[in-house]
C-alpha cells in the first residue's frame, strides 16, 4: 500500500515528524494554563518561521509585522504557514526514505 508515494514504514515517520512539528500550537490551542506557558516561545516560532519570509513576499494584507514576527491576518496566511508545516516533514520523509534507498542498494553491492 502507498499512499503519498510512501510506504507504511515511511508514513509511520511523516506521522512522527508532523505530530512533533505541530505539537507547539497544539498545546497553546488545547486551553491548558500550565502547558501554555511552556508552549508560548515554540508556538511563537512556528508562527515565525514560515511567517516572516512569507510576510515579505505577502505584505501587509495578509500579514501585521510586530516586535514579536509577522501575525497571520486572514486566513490564506494562516493556510500557507500549516502547508509550510505540512510539507516540511513530508520533505524530510522523502529525503530518509532516499537515504535509506542508497544505503540498502550500497550494503547488497558490498556484500554486507
Known amino acids: ?14 506521522g512522527v515528524l508532523l505530530l512533533i512539528v505541530n505539537l507547539p500550537p497544539i498545546i497553546v490551542y488545547s486551553g491548558t494554563p500550565f502547558a501554555f506557558i511552556f508552549m508560548f516561545l ?7 518561521v514560515p511567517g516572516i519570509p512569507l510576510a515579505l513576499v ?4 495578509h500579514f501585521d509585522v510586530q516586535e514579536f514576527g ?5 486566513p490564506l496566511a494562516w493556510a500557507l504557514i500549516i ?7 513530508y520533505a524530510a520523509t522523502l ?3 532516499k537515504i535509506r534507498k542508497g544505503t540498502d542498494g550500497r550494503d547488497s553491492v558490498q556484500g554486507r
Open 1 to 14: 500500500m502507498s499512499v503519498l508515494g510512501l510506504q507504511k514504514r515511511d508514513l509511520k515517520l511523516f
Open 70 to 74: 509577522a501575525m497571520p491576518k486572514d
Open 83 to 89: 502547508s509550510f508545516w505540512i510539507v516540511a516533514p
Open 58 to 61: 505577502l505584505g501587509e494584507p
Open 42 to 48: 515554540p508556538a511563537l516560532f512556528w508562527v515565525n
Open 95 to 97: 529525503i530518509v526514505k
